[in-house]
């Protein structure tokens, strides 16, 4: 067990809808003493945190104020959410040369602060980003996290509930695993209701393959649903980062879906990928590798593979780049 020191700071990197959002939640459930917002939009950072110390008088006391890099060296977390949005018609993986450029001019200042505490990434491509962070930063690799299949999962959750008939997606235990994107899947096999195997479930309610392979896609491509409604996502993604953040500051070793480093897991070795893990207050403590059935790691792999192409192309365009 990790002893955080009862004052914890956190830094937010991007000041956007996902962002703001972030902090928003942040502020509403009383995780972290002190909070700092980074963006190149500095007055929009002002204006954010004097709305959010608004707020403060209907939740809980908190310190919030527009910041510089130079502040993040004695953060407990730095949350990157900077980045180019996803619009509509693009994939998460189209935006990867545009973000490994923004990146790279982030984690360099937040290093030379003397920041010694853990990352968490959101931005997108998030397992790229995520991995690409890591490298730049030159810290151990518990230590940088990505939020990962975390909204994919919420989403698989909820829709499982609406479909049983259990109306908290709390009691549904399921994951989505794989790239945070198009190559993601529901490893069913594992997913349970109070110890019961989902996939019972389903055969003793008649619902088919085909049904579950629906509900799959929908889950895949319910960001994109969102974006060409309304623009954008981003209070599920930032709630899903707030409950990431309270593992790491209230050192919980919490079971949860993020992006982590796999040196051997499923067979992957140096890439990023989707999986649950064990958070607490040194960041990742240990991969939950699931048990997947054959067509499961199929996907697991094939997942891996197209964010490794991708992946390699970007660190080597961002190298010749610099």
């Excluded at 949350?79 to 360099?108: F, H, M, W, Y």
């Excluded at 602060?113 to 995520?130: C, E, K, R, Y």
């Excluded at 992957?268 to 054959?294: A, F, W």
């Amino acid at each position: 067990m990790v002893k955080n020191a009862n004052h914890q700071k956190v830094m937010l990197i991007g000041d956007g809808a996902v962002g703001s959002s972030y902090a928003y939640a942040m502020a509403l459930q009383g995780v972290a003493e002190e909070f700092g917002i980074i963006d190149i939009a500095k007055e929009r950072t002002i204006g954010d945190a004097l709305d959010l110390e608004d707020a403060t008088a209907f939740s809980f006391p908190k310190k919030i104020y527009s910041a510089e890099y130079a502040d993040c060296k004695d953060a407990d977390l730095v949350v990157i959410t900077a980045g180019a949005p996803q619009k509509p018609g693009e994939t998460r993986l189209d935006l990867v040369n545009k973000n490994l450029g923004i990146l790279s001019t982030i984690v360099k200042p937040i290093v030379e602060s003397g920041f010694d505490g853990i990352f968490l990434v959101a931005a997108n491509p998030v397992d790229i980003l995520t991995y690409a962070t890591w490298k730049l930063s030159g810290f151990p690799k518990h230590k940088v996290i990505g939020s990962g299949p975390s909204l994919d999962t919420a989403r698989l959750r909820a829709a499982i509930a609406k479909m049983t008939g259990i109306n908290d997606p709390r009691s549904i235990h399921a994951f989505i695993m794989g790239e945070h994107g198009d190559s993601e899947f529901a490893a069913y096999s594992a997913a349970t209701i109070g110890g019961k195997p989902f996939l019972d479930w389903a055969q003793e309610n008649n619902i088919t393959a085909a049904q579950l392979d629906e509900m799959e896609d929908q889950v895949r491509n319910k960001a994109y649903e969102i974006i060409n409604r309304k623009g954008a996502t981003f209070y599920g993604v930032a709630t899903a980062l707030a409950r990431i953040s309270k593992a790491i500051l209230r050192d919980e070793g919490a079971v949860l879906p993020v992006s982590a480093y796999m040196d051997g897991q499923y067979g992957l070795n140096d890439i990023y990928i989707g999986t649950p893990g064990v958070v607490d207050g040194n960041g990742l403590r240990q991969i939950i590798e699931v048990p997947l059935n054959e067509a499961e790691q199929a996907k697991m792999t094939a997942s891996a593979a197209t964010l490794k192409q991708v992946l390699t192309d970007g660190m080597n365009a961002l190298a010749n780049k610099n």
